[in-house]
């Protein structure tokens, strides 16, 4: 039988669900404590921008989804793990559970505590990492826990979801014990009235190839799956450090693609997406929208290809239909491999009289035919501090691709790097017939974070304050400088 907490503390930490990190969160770290508490400018009220603004307006120590005023939040980790990831006594006061032992260094946010009390099964999800042995724990939704306290009793850590795909299908982690299980039955996020966070581990590669397409998403109801870094996470980051091969994979075998997500509100963060196959088809990652007010943001990720033909981009990022309209935000992605045919790096899309902005700022691409691609954009696709190095292909290489000619780019494009002329012709100052060698680390590793002597050091204008897309940091979690940045998605 399930036995639910009662909560007598208030969650003092905060969730990242803003659009622009807090003062002194620049890293942009799911969890941190607010610079600025208490505003007392007025309610977090939804739909209004206060729910999502890490701005305590209501000076009750809690901002946006950790806030009564405001949805909730399913903290869910998705790992290969399905075993227990710690077993040890427990002491529990309040919403803090202290272990005896000290936990492993993945154990972390989203992850699920198990208490044993005489026969009943307690749970809590984690919200915040404190140190090696304690933990805060928040319940199914977001909020504080609501109990009794007990000491030295029995406690076990496990992930709620073994698997992106047992997270798209809510199968949880079968070794939980059934009693608890059931944590969560719908896909609707607005009518359940929470946001669904997953933080994803690097317990082995996650071999699988997702679809997220019956999911009900909003503004303040959105999808996000991330990597999680900071020390309030996670002992150990659980990202990669710029180059694939280390931190959450998610490989799919044939056929492509890793993952596409048909939703409207969708965040992706820091992760890794590959193929283990040998087919052709359309991408690493797919965001399909198609509701008036999209909000899609893919940051901090590596997209690699298999090195066969991908007619829709590595990244693949389109808006459907006549009443689509929002923004698409991608920013400091690495995408590279799909080195056959007419194949593209990252491809932008409106499609069926869609009109939907995209900015399109600080990525580095490679080893494609076309490198960044817009089509039936009409000068919507903003692209600023990219650095786009194409290979060979039917029509040669094109760094930045107009499908349907000039006019795709939005004219204040500016400050990209291409390996042919394709970086002036959509916007000045650019940097042209720059070569993987002078500008990237080494692709026979397939390191493409920015050489240390690369000619577009300093080439970038600085997009922190940017209206459109602030970005702070560089892939890997590196602040960027006050002034000129470095183009692509790595600073130097």
Not at 356 to 385: M, S
């Amino acid at each position: 039988m399930r036995v639910l907490f009662l909560a007598w503390a208030l969650v003092a930490c905060r969730v990242n669900f803003d659009r622009v990190p807090a003062a002194g969160d620049a890293s942009g770290d799911s969890v941190g404590v607010d610079a600025t508490s208490c505003t007392q400018t007025g309610l977090e009220i939804r739909g209004d921008g206060s729910c999502s603004d890490s701005v305590d307006n209501d000076c009750d120590g809690l901002t946006d989804h950790g806030d009564p005023g405001c949805p909730g939040v399913r903290l869910r980790s998705v790992g290969v793990a399905a075993a227990s990831l710690a077993t040890s006594s427990v002491d529990v006061a309040g919403d803090l559970a202290t272990f005896s032992i000290d936990l492993p260094a993945r154990v972390g946010i989203g992850d699920v505590v198990v208490i044993y009390l005489g026969g009943n099964e307690a749970i809590g999800f984690v919200r915040e990492r404190i140190d090696a042995r304690t933990l805060r724990l928040v319940d199914a939704i977001g909020r504080p826990l609501i109990g009794r306290d007990a000491i030295g009793v029995s406690a076990a850590v496990f992930r709620a979801f073994v698997g992106m795909d047992d997270l798209n299908s809510l199968v949880e982690n079968p070794a939980l014990p059934a009693a608890v299980r059931d944590f969560d039955t719908s896909r609707n996020l607005v009518t359940s009235d929470v946001a669904l966070v997953a933080a994803c581990y690097d317990d082995g590669i996650d071999q699988a190839t997702v679809r997220f397409d019956t999911w009900t998403t909003s503004e303040e109801h959105y999808l996000r799956l991330f990597t999680p870094v900071s020390k309030s996470e996670v002992g150990v980051s659980q990202r990669h450090a710029g180059v694939y091969g280390v931190g959450y994979r998610l490989e799919a075998g044939d056929p492509f693609p890793a993952l596409e997500i048909d939703a409207s509100h969708v965040r992706v963060e820091g992760l890794s997406f590959g193929a283990a196959g040998s087919g052709s088809d359309k991408s690493a990652l797919v965001v399909i929208s198609s509701d008036d007010d999209i909000d899609v943001r893919i940051s901090h990720n590596i997209l690699r290809g298999n090195n066969a033909a991908n007619t829709d981009g590595i990244l693949h990022l389109e808006a459907d239909g006549p009443g689509a309209g929002g923004r698409f935000h991608n920013s400091n992605n690495i995408a590279y491999g799909a080195n056959v045919g007419s194949s593209e790096c990252m491809w932008h899309r409106n499609t069926n009289g869609a009109n939907v902005a995209f900015f399109i700022y600080h990525n580095t691409v490679w080893d494609c035919p076309r490198g960044i691609e817009a089509r039936d954009t009409a000068g919507k696709a903003l692209a600023i501090n990219n650095i786009s190095l194409a290979i060979a292909g039917p029509l040669g290489p094109v760094a930045f691709f107009e499908y349907n000619g000039p006019g795709e780019f939005h004219p204040s494009s500016s400050n990209n790097v291409s390996s042919d002329a394709t970086a002036a012709n959509i916007g000045q100052p650019a940097l042209t017939g720059q070569t993987p060698a002078q500008t990237l680390r080494d692709v026979s590793s397939e390191d493409l974070r920015l050489s240390g002597t690369a000619p577009s050091i300093g080439f970038g204008i600085d997009l922190r304050l940017d209206p459109n897309l602030p970005v702070l940091d560089d892939i890997e979690g590196d602040l960027r400088p006050v002034g000129a940045s470095d183009p692509g998605a790595d600073q130097n």
